[in-house]
């Protein structure tokens, strides 16, 4: 299975979230631009100093924005990691992962991988992998009241998972 076959099985349809999560990260943007321009009108009335920490508020709404914007973009990225393990091996590394974040529910069916475990603060994430000969792809995503893939109200949670995956993985594999 080739990346881009993987991506499309795993693919939710498009619904009220992906509008929702560009909708969440336009409105600090437009909220940044308007206090900039509002900043620009009184910032002549202070002093050197005052005149630039003034701006620190709407430029931190414009970065808060754009990172949310980003957020929302990586949350359809799927991990690839080539390992000239055999399979058997990689399964059993994945498990063996798997059992120190207490997965529950881990379905393993001709090299597809499917679990669900709870991370620190209770949120429950869901892993799904598929293991061949050449690679290992798998994707991380946040399942919350059984909404996937929340982009940016999960605040980066299922894009560091997956970085700590793979970080693991990279020094078995």
């Not at 900043?39 to 009335?45: K, S, Y």
């Not at 202070?46 to 808060?64: A, G």
């Not at 994945?94 to 209770?122: H, M, P, Q, V, W």
Request: proline share 2%; with cysteine; net charge positive.
């Amino acid at each position: 299975m080739t990346t881009q076959e993987f991506k499309k099985k795993i693919k939710k349809k498009p619904d009220f979230n992906l509008y929702y999560n560009y909708t969440i990260s336009t409105v600090p943007i437009i909220l940044g631009f308007y206090a900039f321009e509002k900043t620009n009108d009184i910032a002549n009335n202070f002093d050197d100093l005052t005149h630039k920490l003034i701006y620190v508020f709407p430029i931190s709404f414009i970065v808060v924005g754009l990172f949310c914007l980003y957020l929302v973009t990586i949350k359809d990225n799927v991990q690839s990691i080539k390992s000239d393990l055999p399979i058997g091996d990689k399964i059993s590394i994945i498990k063996d992962y798997l059992t120190k974040l207490n997965a529950t529910n881990i379905k393993i069916n001709r090299g597809e991988i499917s679990c669900y475990y709870d991370t620190f603060l209770r949120s429950h994430m869901e892993l799904i992998a598929y293991v061949d000969s050449e690679k290992i792809i798998y994707k991380i995503r946040l399942m919350e009241l059984g909404v996937t893939e929340l982009g940016v109200t999960d605040f980066g949670l299922s894009y560091r998972h997956s970085k700590r995956f793979k970080k693991y993985l990279c020094h078995i594999v």
